[in-house]
């Protein structure tokens, strides 16, 4: 259930617009299921391909149909436009695993949620994030009441706002692959010790010390909040490419 449901949220992401589904024949999780699945959380199966090796005839078969099927659909496509859009269309995911956050920097950061939520934005943290035991950030972002998950883990976020994304542990990778399912854009993360970034999911590594960071909490704490915004902009601009991916 939970990697279909991750499936299912990384199928609909918005930056994924061109997605097929292979199966091989024989696994519970089949095609089949899959169309279900899709049609479930509101998705159309005809707007993604569809292959199996056994019954598309083996690998070199289904590579070549899979090949096939993607050329078609780029060389049909129109041409991609961008335009200017508001913090409304923002989707953020926060992360960050180290045990103590600074006060200073857990108020910057819930700066930045309040900027985004107020806004009409979303922004996802996973339940194993470090910012959730910080006093500061939960003051700071929570109204009432102690958080508790509003998405499951690698559920679609359909509703804009603050929101907890249930995790199965405090696994970097786990944590970091059912929060792109939930369809963040861009992903923030507070880091002391470098981590792996995501395989499509652009991620911003902030800081007070470390390598590789993309903005460096330090010097007056007044600023971190606008300096992390701005770098999230120039990201979703196309104007930087994150240290992540830079870095290697």
């Known amino acids: 259930e939970v990697f ?16 097929l589904f292979l199966e091989h024949g024989c696994e519970k999780t089949h095609n089949d299921y899959m169309r279900h699945a899709l049609r479930d959380q509101g998705l159309d199966a005809t707007d993604y391909g569809w292959a199996s090796v056994q019954l598309d005839g083996g690998i070199d078969a289904v590579i070549d149909k899979i090949e096939r099927w993607f050329i078609a659909r780029i060389a049909q496509a129109p041409p991609s436009v961008f335009e200017p859009v508001g913090l409304k269309q923002l989707r953020l ?21 309040r900027t985004i939520v107020a806004r009409g934005g979303s922004v996802v943290v996973p339940e194993s994030a470090s910012l959730w035991g910080s006093e500061r950030f939960v003051a700071e972002t929570v109204e009432q009441g102690t958080p508790r998950p509003t998405l499951a883990y690698g559920q ?15 696994h970097w990778a786990e944590s970091i692959t059912g929060l792109g399912a939930t369809g963040v854009e861009l992903i923030l993360a507070y880091e002391e010790t470098p981590y792996a970034g995501h395989p499509f999911v652009p ?46």
Do not use: C, F, K
């Open 4 to 19: 279909n449901r991750t499936m299912v949220g990384y199928m609909g992401h918005p930056m994924v617009r061109y997605g």
């Open 93 to 113: 995911g926060l992360m960050g695993l180290d045990t103590e956050l600074p006060p200073d920097a857990a108020a910057a950061i819930a700066q930045v949620v």
């Open 156 to 170: 679609r976020m359909s509703t804009p706002g603050l929101h907890m994304m249930a995790a199965p542990s405090r």
């Open 203 to 248: 991620l911003l590594r902030v800081g007070a010390s470390g390598v590789s960071l993309d903005v460096a909490l330090t010097g007056d704490p007044a600023g971190w909040a606008d300096a992390m915004l701005a770098a999230m902009m120039d990201v979703l601009d196309r104007a930087q490419i994150p240290r992540s991916i830079t870095a290697g």
